[in-house]
């Protein structure tokens, strides 16, 4: 489809996807339906998957002379941490209330980073846990949900020095489909990301770094977890703003290949997580929103109000908010969705989220490049409602001058019928900020380093793209309107408006400006 979405779509990946599937068509998926932006948990098994699926999508995309081609679909990472697993060795099965099972607990931290099949070494159903501690706590009675609480068993008993290996009888209070690959979870079996496992230590120590443009933290209990895992990705005593929380400003930034650090996302999945959640703004660049884990904690009438004001939020304070959780879960096995999802994944971006996930069941099932149309379709007319009802808004207070700014670029915009918002940004402070007020308008965002512009496209409305030098006001200027014509199809006497907060032509630095420009 040639019309873009404003919201952006995230395209799940695995590395037993990558191996099942090939790198090559998953790629293909995903440059040509102009996806934006590819999720995949981190290992070091995954490592070269990850490497050849962001080489290859770039090589689609210049083969194709799609639009500033070079490596613009950000990567999204996770750290493993604990998870649990259900694996099944043959068809689904379906279990009935008031039923008991055989269940087999087994440690296989591969089998959690990869979501690799594994050889049975029993005929029953298993849990696949990533560490021997998650078994620790498990006791008669412990409650277990299965595929975010599609499934409900309890343990009915448990042997003495119970391990991995090991076979427990559960009772099934809410019966229902059992499907492998599918997420487990307990109070008795830990999700915590400290203390870390071995393979996430070894994580912070590698190119990890490079490779992120954003980095997705849960498991985190505390402020101190979350900075430990920051300096172990940013170095010790690394400097931030409030601006900035991952990226400082430096003269690298200027450089078109500097590797610069990934931002930061909070995974927000439990209570617990949206409970410490106003601690941890200052030090995040985003939040994203797993509500399918949230509403084990969470009553499901909660979430959607919990979702809006999550993302108003989130908006206030210019920080990327993504809603994930099956959207358009029933065309994993369906050619159509639902009602219900479609209307889902349409409020979810009419509620203002910077970008929406699909999970790898969908986006690895039989339906992928299907569900890929269907979804981009839905955001699309759903879009087109929302901007014709969409209306100026008054800003009663203006909270600093960066504010100032950017709404009144958005006021000009409204007012003098131009094309885009066009704005300079070093660290991508000014496209955020843009972008938080959810304008209509398209915002292109110019930046000097091909990291930024990557994390930039991930952000509602914005599309980025590297200017490769960085000069005065007046010619930089020069330069976008070369670069408005030739890769955004601007015409002679279309209007843009310019802004920047970092750059006028008073000061190369701490001075802003907008202003409305034309094209010669």
């Given amino acids: 489809m040639d019309k873009k979405s404003k919201a952006k779509l995230i395209w799940t990946v695995t590395n037993n996807g990558c191996d099942k599937l090939g790198v090559e068509n998953i790629a293909a998926v995903i440059t040509q339906n102009r996806l934006d932006a590819v999720r995949m948990s981190y290992s070091s098994s995954a490592l070269p998957n990850i490497i050849k699926l962001r080489l290859e999508i770039s090589k689609q995309l210049a083969s194709e002379d799609a639009q500033h081609s070079e490596g613009q679909v950000p990567f999204l990472l996770s750290f493993i941490g604990r998870r649990s697993i259900l694996s099944l060795h043959g068809a689904p099965i379906e279990v009935a209330d008031g039923s008991e099972i055989d269940i087999t607990f087994i440690v296989d931290f591969n089998f959690c980073a990869s979501l690799r099949p594994v050889t049975s070494t029993t005929k029953n159903v298993e849990i696949i846990v990533s560490s021997e501690d998650q078994l620790t706590n498990i006791k008669e009675g412990s409650k277990i949900s299965v595929s975010y609480g599609a499934v409900e068993l309890k343990v009915l008993d448990v042997p003495k020095n119970f391990k991995s290996g090991m076979t427990l009888r559960c009772f099934v209070e809410n019966g229902g489909m059992l499907l492998s690959g599918v997420d487990v979870h307990s109070p008795s079996m830990s999700r915590d990301l400290f203390p870390l496992l071995p393979e996430d230590e ?17 498991g985190i209990k505390s402020e101190n977890e979350l900075l430990a895992i920051k300096s172990g990705i940013l170095g010790e005593n ?30 927000v999945d439990s ?109 699309v007319n759903s879009e087109a409602w929302f901007e014709k009802k969409w209306h100026p808004f008054e800003m009663n207070e203006i909270p600093s001058d960066d504010d100032a700014v950017t709404y009144g670029a958005i006021r000009i915009a409204q007012q003098a019928n131009v094309k885009a918002i066009v704005c300079f940004t070093e660290g991508g402070y000014t496209a955020m900020k843009l972008s938080s007020m959810r304008t209509p308008t398209e915002i292109i965002a110019i930046t000097c380093n091909k990291k930024i512009m990557r994390q930039m496209n991930l952000l509602r409305s914005v599309s980025a793209v590297v200017l490769e030098s960085r000069s005065q006001v007046e010619r930089i200027l020069s330069e976008i309107k070369e670069i408005l014509v030739k890769s955004f199809n601007f015409k002679k006497g279309e209007k843009f408006v310019f802004v920047s907060l970092t750059a006028s032509s008073v000061s190369e630095r701490n001075s802003n400006l907008f202003t409305v420009q034309e094209i010669d």
């Fill in 202 to 218: 070894r994580t912070l120590q590698t190119g990890f770094s490079s490779l992120a443009d954003y980095v997705i933290v849960d």
């Fill in 238 to 267: 690394a400097p931030y703003s409030e601006r900035h929380p991952s990226i400082p400003i430096s003269k690298s930034i200027h450089e078109v290949e500097a590797m610069l650090p990934p931002r930061f996302l909070l995974k």
């Fill in 271 to 379: 209570k617990r997580s949206l409970d410490l959640l106003p601690t941890l703004m200052r030090h995040i660049d985003g939040v994203f929103l797993s509500r399918s884990e949230l509403g084990i904690d969470e009553h499901p009438h909660n979430l959607p109000i919990i979702q809006k004001e999550l993302i108003a939020r989130c908006n206030k304070l210019s920080k990327t908010v993504i809603v994930a959780s099956e959207l358009m879960h029933s065309m994993y096995v369906n050619a159509n969705p639902t009602r219900a999802e479609v209307s889902d994944m349409a409020n979810a971006a009419a509620d203002g989220a910077d970008a929406l996930v699909l999970s790898h069941e969908v986006t690895e099932g039989p339906n992928a490049s299907l569900v890929a149309q269907v979804t981009l379709e839905t955001l």
